[in-house]
């Protein structure tokens, strides 16, 4: 394959907030705050514990009964909490006093979803149902930050997508997913609660691994390779992914707190506003690996299964300039470098 080169669609300008990018400050926000994580032993609630470690906060780990917490070491005062966050009980516990809620939990399979689609709205729709109960229930108004996911748009109809692009899910999950971005914004109006929701391109990055084999591609991708493994690809891989840095989506986050006066009642598109197909990427990861062990990591197009949902052939690039100009968030880490570095961590 040739010499990769992302595709990068330019989006329209639109102010941008003039603080300093200073990730110090940012995390400045929660010292002294009560914070609850849902998903506590996952992915993103790993990730977002690291980058408060050294803040001087409360921070609530929610996880189902048998959650694996990973040790945390730091000025943080970290508490782990099992729940079930489709059990209202399991809210009113947490919820005194609390500050911010990154709720993180969640079922992320779309398979899953498309088998069992009752048990996907109890996973993924019923939990905010409950969260919002316990806050009238105890009279707090937290502000929620909501992972939600760019295929909440369905098949884009253009590149970039942007917030003005119409929401047409093809999935259960993501249907599921628009359903709770409404009820939020809902008893956000209502005053309940506030709320910012951040609909995540395609994630990566150091982090536990993933419980979905449809799930973290990338960084499946990066495993296999590091084995020595063959790497495989539907088809010709020619569908354009954006490829989000996770330390860049944890400073989103973090940022959408911070900013609550702006960010309340809205959705934001979260991805690096550059696109790579599929094989560029998975391209991208045999070379860099291939590097790392001494080496060549084969790479291999096989026929995409009978079961793959259609959201999967899709071109996507984010648009994220709306949320940039609301906080001054900007991505920092290119697919190349977060490659790198996610290779060294795996390592």
Request: hydrophobic residues 40%; contains cysteine; aromatic residues 6%.
């Amino acid at each position: 394959m040739p010499e990769v080169d992302s595709i990068s669609i330019p989006a329209p300008m639109k102010p941008v907030d003039k603080r300093p990018n200073d990730s110090n400050s940012v995390c400045g926000a929660y010292r002294n705050k009560k914070i609850v994580v849902t998903g506590g032993a996952g992915y993103l609630a790993t990730n977002l514990v690291r980058r408060l470690g050294n803040t001087e906060c409360e921070i609530i780990r929610m996880g189902r009964d048998g959650s694996v917490f990973p040790e945390f070491k730091g000025k943080a005062r970290v508490t782990n909490v099992s729940g079930d966050v489709r059990e209202r009980v399991a809210w009113e516990k947490v919820l005194p006093e609390v500050n911010f809620i990154f709720h993180f939990a969640a079922q992320t399979s779309v398979l899953v979803a498309e088998r069992d689609p009752r048990a996907d709205l109890e996973a993924n729709v019923v939990p905010v149902l409950n969260l919002i109960e316990a806050c009238r229930k105890k009279g707090c108004q937290p502000t929620v930050l909501f992972s939600s996911t760019a295929t909440v748009a369905g098949i884009p109809s253009r590149l970039p997508v942007d917030e003005t692009h119409p929401d047409l899910p093809v999935t259960v999950y993501d249907m599921h997913k628009l359903i709770v971005e409404h009820y939020l914004k809902c008893f956000a109006r209502e005053g309940a609660i506030r709320t910012a929701i951040l609909r995540l391109a395609n994630v990566y990055g150091p982090g536990p691994k993933s419980s979905r084999s449809d799930r973290g591609i990338l960084n499946q991708m990066m495993r296999k390779a590091l084995a020595g493994e063959a790497l495989t690809i539907y088809g010709p891989g020619e569908f354009l992914r954006d490829y989000v840095y996770v330390d860049d989506v944890i400073e989103a986050f973090l940022r959408a707190g911070r900013d609550i006066k702006r960010t309340n009642l809205h959705h934001f598109i979260i991805g690096s506003g550059q696109g790579y197909t599929i094989a560029q990427a998975i391209q991208l990861v045999s070379e860099r690996a291939g590097k790392q062990i001494g080496r060549k990591v084969e790479v291999k197009h096989v026929q995409p299964p009978a079961e793959l949902s259609p959201i999967e052939s899709r071109n996507f690039v984010a648009d994220p300039s709306l949320f940039s100009g609301t906080t001054g968030w900007k991505p920092s880490v290119s697919l190349p470098e977060g490659i790198d570095l996610t290779l060294k961590a795996l390592a």
